[in-house]
């Protein structure tokens, strides 16, 4: 079977920068698994997926642009330090969820002035080529209730993906009771690696 759209692909990679610092690899530990197709992947990658198959191995180069996006200035912002009541000891490399115009976005402490906090809604690797070593270990056709939610559902007793929607909320590996709004069992069984 080839990749293509409504496929789960399973597979190891080794990601590096431009300066070929090693940033994550799976190679050695549990592979990755990702719905292709529904978003789940960087584009510039899942467009160079495609056409895959068992047993493929390829690097991939990936700009910044078909990544994680250019890094955007405007997403970095002064927040006035009272908005963190409650926090103690804000230091820089702390996350947060904020709320925004956009809905929550994560953001990450840069800096800690008397006033202020500096924050980056910027991805970690915004603004980066990335560099990938890949091997496809497994591609099968999506289940209906794997392309329902959107994302994996493999073996093990727990949804997959994140747990972002409120149907997904209510997964009960998400902290819900396991019952979708439909009332049917979103789990069925199957899980996240």
């Known amino acids: 079977m ?3 759209a409504n496929t789960v ?4 990679y080794r990601l590096r920068n431009a300066e070929g610092e090693l940033l994550e690899e799976s190679f050695g530990a549990e592979p990755m698994q990702y719905l292709h197709g529904a978003q789940n992947m960087i584009p510039g990658l899942e467009k160079q ?4 198959q068992v047993g493929d ?5 990936v700009e ?3 990544a994680y996006g250019e ?4 997403l970095v912002q002064a927040v006035p330090l009272s908005a963190f009541e409650g926090v103690e000891d804000i230091v820089p490399g702390m996350r947060f969820i904020a709320e925004t115009d956009v809905g929550p976005r994560p953001v990450v402490v ?3 002035q008397d006033e202020n906090v500096i924050v980056d809604g910027n991805h970690p690797m915004a603004g980066q080529s990335l560099h990938f070593e890949v091997e496809v270990t497994e591609v099968r056709a999506a289940t209906e209730e794997e392309l329902a939610h959107g994302h994996v559902h493999a073996a093990g007793g727990c949804c997959g993906g994140g747990c972002g929607s409120k149907e997904e909320a209510d997964h009960e590996c998400c902290g819900g009771s396991g019952e ?8 069925g069984g199957h899980g996240h690696h």
């Open 2 to 4: 080839i990749i293509d």
């Open 71 to 74: 890094y955007e200035q405007g």
């Open 49 to 52: 997926l495609t056409g895959k």
């Open 9 to 12: 692909v399973t597979l190891h």
């Open 57 to 61: 191995s390829f690097k991939a180069d």
């Open 180 to 187: 979708c709004a439909k009332g049917d069992d979103c789990c």
């Open 64 to 66: 910044a642009a078909e």
């Open 110 to 112: 840069t800096e800690v």
